[in-house]
């Protein structure tokens, strides 16, 4: 671990402690597991598997631990900084996960703003509801948000207005988001050289993840990306959104070296409904595709199509929560052909049972199984290009808060 995590905690605490009068409040969460993995060798260390933890990594292992600080400038302005430790060998100093101001004016009539400047997750997950962009419904998110939380952060501005009725003629609030970006030129490489995994190990803004490193937050083209959504919620009884992202990077770009512009474009749609205080059930889609390589190249230039989808039940039990998903995913490479195409196809099930002992302390216990097959496996030491890999873990969380 690069950066201890005595370091990160202490170093928001100091700030905290220093702006005391200006209303600060941290929250954070520390997390220890006990592993089993039959999975091949992890991505994350150059090799075929699909999961965080492989089978070279039995027993103890460090989770994460995040500390999330909300500094308060004004009543409407406050500065957001999200900072995440793995313990392995991608961190980087700092281990900066999102870093931006927030402006919410007063809400006059029906309607709410809001903005965001700086760097920040895309609107896109219904799993990541805990503090600094963690899951609570298990230790390992779906597919669709693996990716969204490897390669792709929001570093620009984006603005959402929410209208709502006050006089309750309308059902639910009515909202629209839209956001402007740049430095995620090399978001799509992944996909083609992996295809979609399942793992908690996000990126962080100015570290590098897999082996070789893949830096995704980079800028090549100097052409700014764009997305814009809509949704719609009725209290906590259901939530449907949709956005569509375009990164507008140039496929023909790069920064000189091995570094490309891929342009990387998709739609998503998701769905949460909570019929009761108990159950909680969470649909999401996403279909889109990659390119990279000069338009001028016709045939050459690469183009992959991708789909993911998941579906996902979750039941409280007193302080408990038991939770079974199940994802699917495909990638098709097009055209391009510099060897086995990538062409992946998997499917995944996760059983997951989460235990709250009283305020601080957390449980969890998870199995993930996912089956794949990528046809340019045959290139890692003759490795079959279909894999069934099996992930145990059990799980120790200290959650934490303060405020002023």
Known sequence: MRIPTATVVGLFLVIGDAGA?????????????????????????????????????????????VVSGKFRILDTLSF???????????????????????????????????????????????????VGWTTVYSLTPSAINTWMGEEFRTIGAEGEARWRDAEGRVPGDFALVAGVYGWNDPAGVLLADRGFA???????????????????????????????????????????RALHYDNRADPGANDGGFDYAWHTRFTSWGARLEPGTRLTLIAQFMEGATFVGPDSAGDAQ????????????????????LTARYDDFYTKQLRGYYGPPSNQTGHAWTMAWMQQLGE???????????????????????????????LIQAAVRYHFRWHD
């Open 360 to 390: 601080r302390w957390e449980l969890g216990a998870e199995w993930l199984q996912v089956q794949s097959v990528f046809p340019p496996r045959v290139e890692y030491n003759n490795t079959n290009p279909s894999l069934t890999e099996t």
């Open 80 to 130: 957001n900084l999200v900072a995440s430790t793995f313990g392995d060998h991608n961190n980087a100093w700092g281990a900066l996960s999102e870093a931006y101001f927030e402006y919410r004016p007063f809400p006059s009539g029906p309607w709410r703003f809001r903005a965001r400047l700086g760097a920040f997750h895309v609107p896109v997950s219904l799993e990541h509801r805990g």
């Open 302 to 321: 690469l183009k992959m199509d991708f789909h993911a989808a998941f579906v996902l039940g979750s039941l409280e039990f007193g302080s408990g929560r």
């Open 198 to 240: 399942l793992s908690d190990r996000s990126s962080t803004i100015f570290g590098h993840l897999g082996v070789p490193p893949l830096d995704f937050y980079q800028e090549i083209d100097h052409r700014p990306g764009a997305y814009a959504g809509a949704s719609w919620r009725r209290g906590e009884l259901i939530e449907l």
């Open 21 to 65: 009068q200006d209303r600060v409040e941290l929250a954070g969460v520390i997390d220890v597991r006990l592993v089993h993995s039959t999975g091949a060798e992890s991505y994350l260390d150059g090799g075929p598997g699909l999961l965080r933890f492989d089978s070279t990594q039995d027993g103890l292992r460090f989770g994460e631990a």
